[in-house]
């Protein structure tokens, strides 16, 4: 388990005024409140409110100091007085940092950006430029954190270079000088890549950093930066090396009594000693940084100290307090994660770093024979943007209005045993654990409510055969020729080492009765198996033992079924059958000029046979415009489009279904158009490339599926790879024959899947869909 260090970002340090203002006459702040007052121009009265603001923020009155900017803000956007409309943004911008309330903070900067560009305030730029990569980098959005970083440098140069000096406002100590927005810049780019484990960048850029601290004689800096180079080389495993530099960075903050400061150093003191294996020193090291921590109301380094507290209790064999302290790091992340409010994209990337400290509690309490509530622990740590924003979805009328906050129950156990039990399904659940990803938890429920903990090892998979188990996903992706490689049978033998690992634990507790259904709940790589493919030591294939279904949580299969309502079978009306528009031209490769897509004369034919077995009409060639598929989505019962995907595996949103283009739309519809979609199918079939794939991040796939599910939609069937036109139109009239006969989604496909095995043996014409969701 690694420790987890958020690199510093020096925040301003404020000093309490002397001036008490409750001592301020109540009609004084009359006055100021007034919006009328004739004495005053609207401009004296916006900076009137913005100087309250300031006062209350001095005061720790955080709610009344925003407030007051806020009132002062609407004022001068309203007089078009837009020196002074930057002024509060900076202001509003510093105090939702300090506060951690990122979404916020990046919101209002932005606005601040954008508005001190047209009056061309480059150091009103430059400042808004920091605090953008500073949020970005605290929600670890890392790409976002360096694109603004970089730009923030960029222009601290040039303004040096012209003979500006702008001082950067965010590294004010109670003694001495500020550092330069250059620096500031650096050092946050150093944090970056440190993150990134990029540690040979990181280092050169706090190289640079302290270059300049000591030539400006910024000595808080210079400890500041002394104690990220430490960081790193403990990270390169050279501990002792790393504890000379903490400690000169120590000496340096007890200097100016930084109390933040000096709670950060303390805390790698810790891990440094933790790494010499020096555990009592480490957990003593790590309780004052975390008593500091609380003292000056620093919530992400108590979340930080409490985690890392707990890996070093467990190393020192104290499992029940390292319990403790790990769940007290669960309580204080919820915190820091409502300040998201309803912004998907910030809650995902937060719990990037969230996922560390779920794995490290379930590796506590299996190490304590607490198996089930390792399993509450493993459903609470995985997809929970994802149920959140369902939850929200069905707490809103048909207008899209919130009726009532969204309660996501805490995943109990009684809670997980109902969910199988509605779905009448085996459930498997699978977590990957540790840095090494050397651990393999898994969880079986019965629809009886049964539950049986198994653990697959992975030691074997690093030493024996060098590989990972990620490796390993991404050769038996290629064994079976995904991605145009030779098929050997030789090669094949991925697919059973998979089913060795992932399967051969559990099978005792798989129904021998092949209708039975049961729902794989996968993570990180898992989500690219394919499930359907996977082959005992007799070579049977998975799929002709079992009816497979996919979930991205148990929680997110409770969340569909409340969608879908009442129903229990698919109706066939009312379908929308799309297959093989006019192609629209993509950059498939970054500098090159668009190229249109190929045409898909199968996909053609496929979505003709499903409509005419349906009973309706295909939509295809030029009549099948983004424009026109859009407007019939939302009332259509079954969607089905046979065309081109495209994936985004960077942002997960951009991954796109293509349509022909018309009037001012690209033809490409995206996975964020979708997510903003209210959609009332039953059933989505993506018979696309790689419409199952996307961002793979601690809280799922980030993706089409996840979008679809999102808008409304219960079940949704996409691939895992780039499928074959001809095999994949056979397969998918297939699926709706089976459909026709009154058998439920899942059962259709494994149905399908088997007669398509019969006309194309090899997986990777008939393994590559899986349904997602209801079945």
Known sequence: MKTIHYRRISLTVFTTLTLIISFIPANFLLVFQSPSVSAQTANSEALSLVKLGDYYKELNNIPRAIEFYQQGLAIAKANKDQSTAVSILKALSEVYLSQEDYAAAIDVSRQGLALAGEILDSSAEMKFLDYLSRAYYLIADYEQAIKYSQQHLASARTATFSGQFIQNHLTVTRRGKSVSDEAQALMTLGNIYYQKSEYDKAIDYYQQFLSIARSQKQRQGEGQVLGNIGLVYASKGEAAKAI??????????????????????????ASAYSRLKNYSKAVEYYQQSLLIAREVKYTRGEAINLYNLGLTLALFGKLPEAEKSLRDAIDVHESLRKKLGNNDAYKVSIFEQEAKIYQGLQQVLIGQEKNNEALEVSEWGRARAF???LAR????NGKGVTTSEPVVDKPTLPLLQKIAKQQN????????????????????????????FRESDLESLLQKENTTLAKLVTTSRQSIGVRGGIIASENLNQLKRLHELLIKPIADLLSSNENNRVIFIPQSSLFLVPFPALQDEQGKYLIEKHTILTAPSIQVLDLTR?????????????????????MPKVVLEPGQSPEQLKDLPWAKKEAQDIASLLKTDAITGKQATKAAIVKKMPSARIIHLATHGLLDDNRGLGSAIALAPSGNDNGLLTAEEILNLKLNADLVVLSACDTGRGRITGDGV???????????????IVSLWAVDDNSTSFLMTEFYKNLQQKLDKATALRKAMLTTMQKYPEPKYWAAFTLIGEY
């Open 244 to 269: 000379d530099y903490f400690e000169k960075d120590l000496a340096i903050q007890r200097e100016f009594r930084d109390r933040l400061g000096e709670s950060q150093t303390l805390g790698y003191l």
């Open 387 to 389: 149920v959140d924003l």
């Open 393 to 396: 979805r069905l707490s809103t």
């Open 425 to 452: 399904a085996t459930l498997v659940q699978y977590s990957v654990i540790g840095d090494d990803k050397s651990k393999l938890y898994i969880w079986v429920i019965k629809p009886t409510g049964e539950v049986t």
């Open 562 to 582: 409340r969608q879908r309502g009442a129903e229990t079978t698919t109706s066939l009306e009312n379908a929308l059958i799309v297959g093989n528009p006019i």
């Open 702 to 716: 980030i993706g089409l599926s996840r979008s679809l599910i999102s808008a409304g939609v219960p079940s949704v």
